[in-house]
């Protein structure tokens, strides 16, 4: 007879053991998926990811294309260093009497031209940093859930294997206790 309620309660038991292992792999899975810095390395890597598209003129929106080239020319790097080398060049020519020269505003195109093209380079690897960032946070998330996916199922097959086992014994007890009483 112990046999018997042994089947019975140990099916159960295994079965709801299998979906509290499931239910654990999900927890962690769900941790990770909503975790504050994960999603902010996810969300800043989407826009900066956009942003690159966006001034390369991808996607055929000329006004994201001139948002992200505004705010590539209105970057904290761009105008400092803008900022910084006029002055110098202003004050060179200023110095030797030159300042409202033709040479000196032919300087100052040449230093803006050229810190134009380096900083839009220096700013386009600074967004695919970014972007590549939250391209491996999302990547981690995809396979955390994979993995509590993974082991969610492995935990809820092994707990039907478990309460299986567990019916097959309760079968066996009750053809025992049949055999008994015929």
Not at 89 to 99: D, F, H, I, P, Y
Request: cysteine-free; glycine content about 24%; charged content about 5%.
């Amino acid at each position: 007879m112990s046999d018997f309620l042994g089947g019975i309660f140990g099916a159960g038991t295994d079965i709801a053991g299998g979906y509290a292992g499931a239910q654990q792999a999900l927890t962690g899975f769900n941790y990770l998926k909503n975790n504050p810095v994960e999603q902010g390395y996810i969300t800043n890597g989407g826009a900066a990811n956009s942003a690159q598209a966006a001034l390369l003129g991808l996607g055929g929106d000329p006004a994201a294309q001139q948002a992200a080239f505004g705010k590539y020319l209105n970057s904290t790097g761009y105008k400092f260093q803008l900022g910084q080398g006029q002055s110098a060049v202003n004050g060179g020519a200023a110095s030797r009497g030159l300042l409202n020269s033709g040479g000196t505003a032919k300087a100052l195109t040449a230093y803006g031209q050229g810190l134009g093209s380096q900083y839009f380079n220096n700013y386009m690897n600074q967004l695919g940093g970014v972007a590549n960032a939250g391209q491996t946070a999302l990547g981690q998330v995809g396979q955390a859930g994979t993995q509590g996916g993974i082991a969610g199922g492995e935990d809820i097959a092994g707990g039907y294997n478990n309460a299986s086992n567990s019916m097959a014994g309760l079968g066996s007890s009750l053809g025992g206790l049949l055999g008994f009483f015929l």
